[in-house]
């Protein structure tokens, strides 16, 4: 069985600034998909990035950008430039591979709640 | 395009009743997958349906069950509701298993 944990329950940072959530996470697949999803106050889960294990180039969305060492089975989120609408909690998250019974179904850690103040 | 839809937004229900949450699939989309979020934890998977079929299923009892339907809307039914069944429960549809999830707003559930 997979789990993933995120340790910091909370977080915040100044408007502009950068930041940077920690998650790690065990399994014993080899190829595996992880995610950050976003909820903001309004409840909607929603996609800010992902990474296919397989691929060693760190994957990068706009803003968004992750470290991700597969060793240390590591998975960090940096959010740079923050913006007041970041404001949510996030999720990091585990998927496992086509073909094993993990596959699309989503495990996720306990989440962290990003205040950005003005 | 229509995102996922879920049904109703808030229910209370007393310990023992059964419930039915109701959830409708973006258009084109033949997965959908339940999650149990209790308050201020990450979601748990509870199971997937794809094409009318159960697709796996998490660590809960037999009186979590569902069902897809032809046109891939989907229902959760929890059976003798506990009062640890308070929870907010996420559908989520995607074109295919393992393709992108695009959650629902949720159905926020009290049992009291």
């Known amino acids: 069985a997979q789990t993933v944990t995120q340790s910091q329950p909370e977080m915040s940072v100044q408007e502009a600034e950068t930041v940077t959530l920690s998650c790690t996470y065990d399994t014993s697949e080899n190829n595996y998909y992880l995610f950050w999803y976003k909820q903001p106050p309004s409840r909607q889960m929603i996609l800010v990035i992902r990474q296919e294990a397989y691929k060693q180039q760190n994957a990068t969305e706009n803003r968004f950008s992750v470290n991700f060492q597969k060793a240390a089975k590591s998975f960090s989120l940096k959010i740079s430039d923050s913006q007041l609408g970041d404001t949510a909690m996030y999720f990091c998250a585990f998927s496992g591979n086509a073909g094993g019974t993990s596959y699309g179904k989503l495990t996720f850690g306990q989440g962290t709640i990003l205040t950005v103040h003005p | 395009e229509t995102g996922v839809t879920q049904s109703p937004t808030h229910l209370i229900k007393t310990r023992g009743q059964q419930v039915t949450l109701r959830c409708s699939s973006q258009s084109g989309h033949n997965t959908v997958s339940w999650y149990q979020q209790a308050l201020g934890q990450g979601p748990q998977f509870i199971f997937q349906?794809?094409?009318?079929?159960?697709?796996g299923r998490g660590n809960f009892p037999p009186r979590f069950s569902g069902l897809q339907f032809p046109n891939y809307s989907s229902e959760l039914n929890v059976n003798a509701l506990e009062l640890d069944d308070s929870a907010l429960y996420l559908c989520?549809?995607?074109?295919?298993?393992?393709?992108?999830?695009?959650f629902g707003p949720g159905t926020r559930l009290t049992v009291t």
């Open positions: 989520a549809s995607s074109l295919n298993v393992g393709d992108e999830q695009y």
């Open positions: 349906y794809y094409r009318e079929e159960e697709n």
